[in-house]
Nanobody, 126 residues
Framework: QVQLVESGGGSVQPGESLRLSCAASGRAASIDAMAWFRQSPGKGRIFVAAVKWSSGNDYYADSVEGRFTISRDKAKSTGYLQMNNVEIDDTAVYSC???????????????????WGQGTQVTVST
């Protein structure tokens, strides 16, 4: 089991920045990758970004490429999502998730991930 706790959500204005954190505990050594998903009201959970735990290789959805950066600190068993130049459409509940067997081909699939955090709200408004 891996327990995940997100933090760092809040309310910001368009163009501002926010950094989300995802702290892993339990069997953190089993993590092969960590990802962030987001869910807006009335919509399904969609892929935002993923990072390969061992190499740090990162992957992004087109909608956030160039604005968001995913990273991880292996020593702290913590992942991060740096959100720059946020837009109103970035408003959502952001959840982190971990996979024990990561495959780039299926990184956007919910079923790729074994454990999920509770989520943290990000609200972007003027």
């Amino acid at each position: 089991q891996v327990q995940l706790v997100e933090s760092g959500g809040g309310s910001v204005q368009p163009g501002e920045s926010l950094r989300l954190s995802c702290a892993a505990s339990g069997r953190a050594a089993s993590i092969d990758a960590m990802a962030w998903f987001r869910q807006s009201p009335g919509k399904g959970r969609i892929f935002v970004a993923a990072v390969k735990w061992s190499s740090g290789n990162d992957y992004y959805a087109d909608s956030v490429e160039g604005r968001f950066t995913i990273s991880r600190d292996k020593a702290k068993s913590t992942g991060y999502l740096q959100m720059n130049n946020v837009e109103i459409d970035d408003t959502a509940v952001y959840s982190c998730a971990t996979s024990r067997r990561f495959d780039v081909a299926t990184m956007t699939w919910l079923t790729t991930y074994d454990f999920w955090g509770q989520g943290t709200q990000v609200t972007v408004s003027t």
